[in-house]
């Protein structure tokens, strides 16, 4: 089966500048997870959908992070504006419904580095 | 709240020796614990994951994970390491009683196979 999906796989901006990451999760896969993973850092959940809907977004800095799933399908993190701490890989992963499959299948993850 | 730690950032091992990775968690209810590999620009890839029944848990690439309630340990193991075992390791953990609650990563174990 294919992966999960994620692109671009590098991207360097500026502070205050905006970025779009986008991820096509394992085709059947209701739920979507973005993690956000700073170098020496375990991965930290951002956002969680289920279908197309909000499961947890507690730990989204909502000020300038947003993030959508429309169609309960693909999805796109964005960022506006980025500031320096922001610079981490962005992994994606999605996984099937249902309490025993909890098994998360991750994306290659975006490296972002904002200068 | 629920929480990960691996006390080892770092654990180096020679070719063929047995290799251990430590992990201790902190759930309210009974945990849902994973071990997930991160070899470099790669996304992680699931090991093996403890849910319920024997203590005892055998995953892909010839690991395995003794669950011990009473010390509140997950410890990652293989018999005979080798250097393609060289990777990033993270432990993580869900409450089972709450199918809403994410996922929490450890800061992640750097194991090191020594030719």
């Known amino acids: 089966e294919a992966g999960v999906a994620q692109s671009p796989r590098y991207k360097i901006i500026e502070k205050r500048q905006s970025v779009a990451f986008w991820c096509n999760p394992i085709?059947?896969?209701?739920?979507l997870y973005w993690y956000q993973q700073i170098l020496g850092q375990g991965p930290k959940l951002l956002i969680q959908?289920?279908?197309?809907?909000?499961?947890?977004d507690s730990q989204l800095p909502k000020d300038r992070f947003s993030a959508e799933r429309l169609k309960g399908v693909d999805s796109t993190l964005k960022i506006q504006p980025a500031k320096l701490e922001d610079s981490a890989v962005y992994l994606c992963?999605?996984?099937?419904?249902?309490?025993?499959?909890?098994?998360?299948?991750f994306g290659s993850g975006t490296q972002l580095s904002v200068l | 709240a629920q929480s990960v730690a691996q006390p080892e950032d770092q654990v180096n091992v020679a070719e063929g020796n047995p290799l251990t990775v430590k992990c201790t968690y902190s759930?309210?209810?009974?945990?849902?614990l994973f071990w997930y590999v991160q070899y470099p620009n790669r996304g992680l890839q699931f090991l093996l994951k403890?849910?319920?029944?024997?203590?005892l848990v055998k995953g892909s690439y010839g690991f395995e994970a003794e669950f011990n309630k009473s010390q509140t340990s997950f410890h990652l193991k293989k018999p005979s390491a080798l250097v393609s075992d060289s990777a990033l390791y993270f432990c993580?953990?869900?409450?089972?009683?709450?199918?809403?609650?994410?996922?929490?990563f450890g800061p992640g174990t750097r194991l090191s196979v020594l030719p």
């Open positions: 992963a999605s996984s099937a419904t249902g309490i025993r499959n909890e098994k998360l299948f």
């Open positions: 085709s059947g896969h209701a739920t």
């Open positions: 959908f289920q279908n197309n809907g909000v499961v947890d």
């Open positions: 759930v309210s209810g009974n945990p849902y």
């Open positions: 403890y849910i319920t029944g024997d203590n």
């Open positions: 993580a953990v869900r409450d089972v009683g709450n199918y809403g609650q994410n996922f929490v």
